[in-house]
DNA sequence: TTGTAGGCGTTATCAT
DNA sequence: ATGATAACGCCTACAA
């Protein structure tokens, strides 16, 4: 049987109060007794029930994070972020894998805060308007990641995709590249990572290309995908000299199909991706690619939510955090 | 204001105890008073405050996950199974990251037992037995993922390393190869993959290959120690035929040091991996490795937390699931 | 079938 | 400084 605050008051001779102080140094308490209850608290190895405490407390120290695929290799980083953040302030985290399905978003965002969490970080590939009605009617605070969502009153945190993305295409211009290839997530405007699409556009105009609509295809975030894209563009013949993938493992399914159809990467096409995940170093060749802070991300994100809910206010309510290009082996000057 | 059960009872003119009972359906109730409070339920949205209710059932519907790193490809896989299983069954999952660090494991152990969950699966990297005789006396269940613990009491789940090291050793002795490396996650007898060298051991036993200490060493499941054992291999000389990591990862470590120095992968070295994460086929060349069934490991441990937690008895317990050898593009006969 | 009341393990507000 | 006691929201004998 487990041993209650009754226990431990018993045996000390005291009141549950005097215990409860101690136990919280709530209020002084004289130190002969306070002696006395730690070391039969000790003894006993009397733990105080979090849940009995909760329900006083109306807090459950509980934040839950809800991800669209804890296996996903960009996904994983972030958790540590906010998994070792939360720890620190206290909080533990419960985990969600919604698939990026939109019900079971909803499902989860409500069996959440029905479960007391206090706040919620939300992670989804699309953020379907829908979705972000529900989230400003619910009471229970949340933050998204990797989203800029400027325009709404959710806080979030992320990196400037669009300007990432814009000088990602800078980059490959000025090494060269005209005919660019943009293998985007998805169609939908609400989808992460519609705004690479607007920098790579911003870029090419800017440097008077014309946009082949050709070379701009749909990934879903899938390697297999990407895969088959650049399987079409050879075969119809319209391999570009650089491919600006989404995702780092899109470009990899991208540099994979080149290599196994006799292509050289970089030295025929030039192939970069986004995020730089730990694969995009350890693949071969290496990914040049836009480095974001993924584990701060994650950090950053369960402050804001305990910001939130304690009621502190935010310095913004979207936090945009640096990134970087990093050059590495799979781009180069033609 | 959140609303509770009694605000349910008095909107209904009914006693709390009959809002309970059609919650709960624990106790027939007439069919209009369930019709009326149903639709009160239904109006005010409701919902039982799970902590309340944890607190008088004593049961949290939470269970804990321990493992050394949420980043880790091969741990990603795993916790999709766990989370999938375990909201089929309505658990939620609380997730711990331990770095693998000793202390951490023992904090979060308690910390977690002190949480009231139910049940916790623990994976770990090395599993001391100042640990094992931990675990033995909680009272809260504990499963291990990976980890053949036949000696032990504590359940475990698993493939049959040793046997999987077995058959590796043979294949590659099979296609030609006498010289082959071992890369070795840890010296420790209690760390994870110990078992692979005994495996390693005894096919080469059998086969009269004396064993060459040399070729053995350490990587700590660190893709960059792979390397540089392998560097080291170059350097003094002695690079083996074939090269068996226990680890996709550090499979991965070694085969980057070979291209980087103008070996080619398989030609001239064969190098074998083990768990078959995703990666190992995404990884050019693609990695002949042991496939685990990783996502089932991780749906098969929580199974048997939740059958423990209902004190249901386990067939085994230890369960051992089937591997495979995969053979790809990283190894050939010579 | 329905209601009353006690209890789950704490914290917090009163008195004392 | 310490101790009763009332919450917190829910479940469950026991009574009616």
């Not at 990641?145 to 295409?169: C, G, H, Q």
């Not at 590249?177 to 989808?191: F, G, M, Q, S, Y």
């Not at 080149?258 to 730089?276: A, C, I, Q, R, T």
Request: net charge neutral.
């Amino acid at each position: 049987m487990k041993v209650t605050i009754k226990d431990v008051a018993k045996r000390a001779g005291v009141s549950i109060s005097t215990v409860s102080r101690v136990i919280n140094s709530s209020k002084p308490v004289s130190s002969e007794i306070h002696q006395k209850v730690s070391s039969i608290i000790e003894e006993t190895g009397y733990v105080p029930n979090p849940i009995a405490r909760s329900l006083v407390m109306k807090k459950s120290r509980l934040i839950g994070v809800l991800v669209p695929d804890v296996s996903n290799f960009f996904i994983g980083e972030i958790l540590n972020g906010i998994e070792e953040i939360g720890k620190m302030y206290n909080y533990d985290i419960i985990l969600c894998n919604t698939y990026g399905d939109l019900e079971e978003e909803i499902k989860y965002l409500n069996l959440l805060s029905a479960k007391q969490v206090e706040g919620i970080v939300f992670m989804t590939w699309k953020l379907q308007e829908k979705l972000v009605n529900y989230i400003s009617k619910m009471e229970t605070p949340v933050v998204l990641i990797n989203r800029n969502s400027k325009d709404l009153d959710i806080p979030s945190v992320s990196i400037d995709n669009f300007k990432a993305a814009y000088e990602m295409t800078n980059y490959l211009i000025e090494n060269g590249h005209e005919k660019i290839a943009l293998i985007r997530n998805t169609v939908d405007k609400d989808a992460f990572g519609f705004d690479l699409y607007r920098g790579y556009e911003k870029a090419l105009k800017e440097h008077k290309i014309p946009i082949d609509e050709r070379l701009i295809r749909y990934g879903y975030f899938e390697l297999k995908k990407s895969y088959e894209i650049t399987k079409d563009f050879i075969d119809e013949n319209i391999l570009p000299t650089a491919i600006f993938a989404s995702s780092d493992v899109m470009a990899i399914g991208a540099i994979n199909c080149l290599l196994d159809h006799g292509y050289k990467v970089p030295d025929e096409v030039s192939v970069v991706g986004f995020n730089d995940i730990n694969l995009a170093s350890i693949y071969r060749p290496n990914l040049t690619t836009i480095h974001q802070p993924i584990y701060d991300i994650g950090a950053v994100a369960i402050r804001m939510i305990i910001k939130k809910i304690n009621k502190e206010p935010l310095e913004s309510n979207v936090s945009i955090l640096p990134h970087m290009l990093i050059e590495r082996a799979s781009s180069k000057r033609i």
